[in-house]
């Protein structure tokens, strides 16, 4: 095999490697975003259970505040 063409081969190992790791790459970066949207879910879940417990928390203290006036 001349030189060249031992060349072009490992160019070619190279670019099948370039790839390959290209698309781990990408893979992970579709995981990430996955991850992501579950996140913002959560989140948006939490903030509306938050709001939730703050009413009721403010609407408890607003009887307690009566009774104790009374």
């Known amino acids: ?3 060249t063409e031992a060349a072009i081969d490992r ?3 190279a670019i099948d490697r370039l790839e390959a ?3 781990r790459v990408g893979a992970g970066d579709l995981l ?3 991850e992501l949207r579950d996140a913002r879910d ?3 879940v939490l903030e509306d259970t938050t ?3 703050a009413q009721r928390l403010d609407g408890a203290i ?3 505040r009566t009774l104790l006036e009374a």
């Open 1 to 3: 095999m001349s030189r």
């Open 11 to 13: 160019l070619g190992a």
């Open 21 to 23: 790791a290209a698309a």
């Open 32 to 34: 990430l975003a996955g």
């Open 42 to 44: 959560q989140h948006a």
């Open 51 to 53: 709001r939730v417990v």
């Open 62 to 64: 607003g009887r307690l």
